[in-house]
Each structure stands twice: as C-alpha cells, then as structure tokens.
C-alpha cells in the first residue's frame, strides 16, 4: 500500500464509530485514533475502554492531520459535518467516508459540497442493533456482514483500495453500488420492514382496548417479527426523511401487495391463498443463512429439552464450562408438558455451532437452528 495510514478522525462514537474504531485497531493497533462525540460521555467512555487513543477536543480538532475521517453519526448530522469540513484545509491526500444507513442524500451533498477535490467514499456497515451508544461496540459487530461502498465518479481505485484495507478488521464483505441502488435495496430489505413491523405493533395496539389479552398472547411470535420495532425512534425517523422517494414507489407496492392478498381472502381462493404462501415459503427458505444481513440475526440455537427443574441451569452449565456466551434464553414451548423447547441466542454463528457441539456432546437433548 503506496500511502500510509497513520492517522484516522472519527465523528460521532456510539455504536457504529465505537465498533469500527475497534475493528480498526484489532488489525492495525499502530494506527492512532482521534475520536470526537457530542456527547461528551460517550468520547470518555470511549476513552476509558481505550476505543480511541485520543479525545478530540471538539468535531475538527487535530483534523487536519488525519489520513482517513469516519462520519459515523446520524444522517441528518453528517450531511451538517460534510458540510462544515469543506471549509476546513485537510490532507490533500485524505480519504472521507461515513456510515449512514441511506446513502443518496449524503453522497449528492458530499458532491456538491467537496466537487471532484476530496475522495469521498460513501459507505454502510449492514449489520448493527437495536442497541446505541458506544458501550454496545463491537469489534466484530460487522463479522460476515456486508459493507456497502459507494463511491464517487472520481473517486479512485487506490483510495477504495486503501478504505477496505484499513476496514479489513471488519471481516466484512465489500460491495460496491450506486447510492441510488443502495437506497433502493436497503428501502426493500431494512428501511420498509422497519415501517412494517412498527405497524404491526400499532395494529395490536389500536385493539389492545377492545381485548386486553392481546399483549399476553403478543409475548410469543408476534414479539419476535416485531422485533425491529424496538430500535432507536430517532435514528429510524432520520433515515425515513432521507429516503423518502424509495419509500413511497416501496408504501404503492406494498399497497398492491395488501390489496392483492385481500383479495384471495375475499374470494375464498385456498388455492391461491397456498400458492401466495408456499411462494413466499420457498424464496425465504431459498435466503442465504451464513451471512449477515441488515436486519441483525440472534444465531439462535433451539433445544428440546425435558420439563423437569434445573434442565437450563444444567445445558447453560456446560456451556459456562466452554466460554460460549448466550445473549438470550427463552423456553418458547412446551409440549404435553413433558418435553419443551429452549431458545438460546448467540452472538456469532460460530458461537451457536460451538454451543451445538457441547451440548450434544454432554447429552441426549436434539438440537436444531430452526
Ligand atoms: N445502529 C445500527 O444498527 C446501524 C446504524 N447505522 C448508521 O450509523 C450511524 C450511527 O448510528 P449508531 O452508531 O447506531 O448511533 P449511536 O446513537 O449509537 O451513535 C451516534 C453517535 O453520534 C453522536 N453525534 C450525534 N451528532 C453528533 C455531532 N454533530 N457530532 C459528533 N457526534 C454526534 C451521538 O452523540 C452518538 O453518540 C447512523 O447514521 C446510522 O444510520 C448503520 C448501520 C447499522
Ligand atoms: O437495529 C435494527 O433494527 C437493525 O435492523 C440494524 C440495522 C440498522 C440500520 C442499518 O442501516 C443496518 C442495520
């Protein structure tokens, strides 16, 4: 690699500033990291957990030496930051790039604001969590998971080069697409579902009154395809403002698509009404299952397990024994009371397969991932 990377200035270290800066410097810890939050806890937290090695005294302090600048704040935020770093002398050499999970709106500003003189690289980590802040960083959050890149017309194949070096800590897939394309994709596969599954939640509110019961029988499924309902309000409201074209073509096909299922319903179709679901059976089943997508996986492990007290504390046991954390425990059934199935989730699916091994391994219990 011709240039050397020396220095990286990061904006914005909650949960996607604070996991890149560790993938960073797990593959590159001679690499010095200035860091700068608004929220001046989060740039000492991320101090204290030595996320970054410097504390940049406010956005732009000691900028002007960096080789790489990571925007990872919210995307309202960032299209005010690149315009503020248009004002200020940076390397000529420096590369910027952010995070955001849309990417036209801040690529067409970065455009205008920049021209051809600042190799802009727009970029989206696609895997994260409902959880924020800097304390839930990880470095391996975006493991297996795609990095969406998209670049300028004149950007250049060496600082494109150098970016996906220096992320190479990720162990991330890089794909490379237009910012319309990404918006679109990211609008079909992240960005609506989110607008469904909290209108899911609405829906069940709204009956709520009439039959109270429904919050106890929600506990089950409809918790977990609502799931994504419980990320950040702020940050989903911002990412819907900034893709609002892709949104509202994805609101009149999804219209079509509600009309056109009424309709089978309306019409008594069983025929129809299986193929509608076997149909939609075999594109989900015929979905990668080893990589990360943008919606985050749990890695969920399920276990029979037989209905006598102590069978959790018993598999957690040997998992303990193993080193392999779980992020969640549910018993999600129970069946003629004599068998029932535990839940675990993992963070990682190597975690899972090594969580599987062990238990079979100490016992008879059947293990399966869904
Ligand atoms: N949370 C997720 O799962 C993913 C989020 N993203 C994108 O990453 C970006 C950051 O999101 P998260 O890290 O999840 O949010 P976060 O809330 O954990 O972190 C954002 C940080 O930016 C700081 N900030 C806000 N305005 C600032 C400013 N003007 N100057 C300096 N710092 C400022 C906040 O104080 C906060 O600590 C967003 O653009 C989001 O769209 C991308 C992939 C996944
Ligand atoms: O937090 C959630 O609900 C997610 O689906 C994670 C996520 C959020 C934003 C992205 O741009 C990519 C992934």
Redesign the pocket.
């Known amino acids: 690699m011709e240039q050397q990377i020396e220095k990286i200035h990061i904006v914005g270290l909650g949960l996607i500033g604070g996991s890149i800066a560790l993938a960073i410097k797990q593959e590159f810890p001679a690499i010095t990291i200035a860091g700068y939050d608004i929220n001046q806890s989060q740039t000492e937290i991320a101090k204290t957990l030595t996320v970054i090695d410097e504390i940049a005294a406010d956005q732009f302090d000691g900028i002007e030496t960096a080789d790489i600048i990571i925007l990872a704040t919210p995307v309202e935020q960032t299209l005010s930051i690149i315009a503020a770093l248009s004002s200020l002398s940076l390397k000529e050499s420096v590369i910027i790039t952010d995070v955001g ?1 849309t990417k036209q709106k801040i690529s067409n500003h970065a455009a205008s604001v920049f021209g051809g003189n600042v190799q802009f690289i727009g970029g ?1 980590p ?5 959880k924020s802040g800097v304390i839930a960083a990880k470095a391996h959050l975006f493991e297996n998971a795609f990095y969406i890149l998209t670049p300028m017309e004149h950007t250049s194949r060496e600082s494109i080069g150098i970016l996906q070096h220096v992320l190479k800590g990720t162990k991330a897939h890089f794909v490379e697409m237009t910012p319309a394309e990404h918006d679109e994709v ?1 609008g079909i596969i ?1 960005h609506f579902p ?1 607008i469904v599954a909290a209108s899911l939640v609405h829906q069940a509110g709204r009956f709520e009154d009439n039959h109270p019961v429904i919050k106890r029988l929600a506990a089950g499924g409809f918790r977990d395809i609502t799931r ?1 309902a419980s ?1 950040s309000p702020a940050m989903w409201r911002d990412i819907l403002l900034h893709n609002k074209e892709k949104l509202l073509a994805l609101f009149d096909d999804w219209r079509y698509e509600m009309d056109r299922v009424r309709e089978l319903v309306d019409e008594l179709d069983g025929d129809a009404l299986f193929s509608y679901f076997q149909e939609a059976k075999d594109f989900r089943d015929g979905l990668p299952e080893r990589e990360k997508g ?3 996986s749990f890695y969920d492990l399920y276990v029979d397990v037989p209905d006598y007290p102590g069978v959790i504390s018993e598999i957690t046991g040997y998992l303990a024994i193993e080193e392999i954390s779980i992020t969640n425990i549910r018993i999600i059934e129970t069946r003629e009371e004599i068998y029932g199935v535990l839940r675990l989730s993992f963070q990682t699916d190597v975690d899972r397969e090594r969580a599987q091994k062990c238990i079979e391994k100490h016992t008879d219990y059947k293990t399966f991932f869904s």
Do not use: C, F, L, V
């Open positions: 999970s989206h696609m895997a994260g969590s409902h990211t992240s989110h994504i990320s943008a919606i985050p």
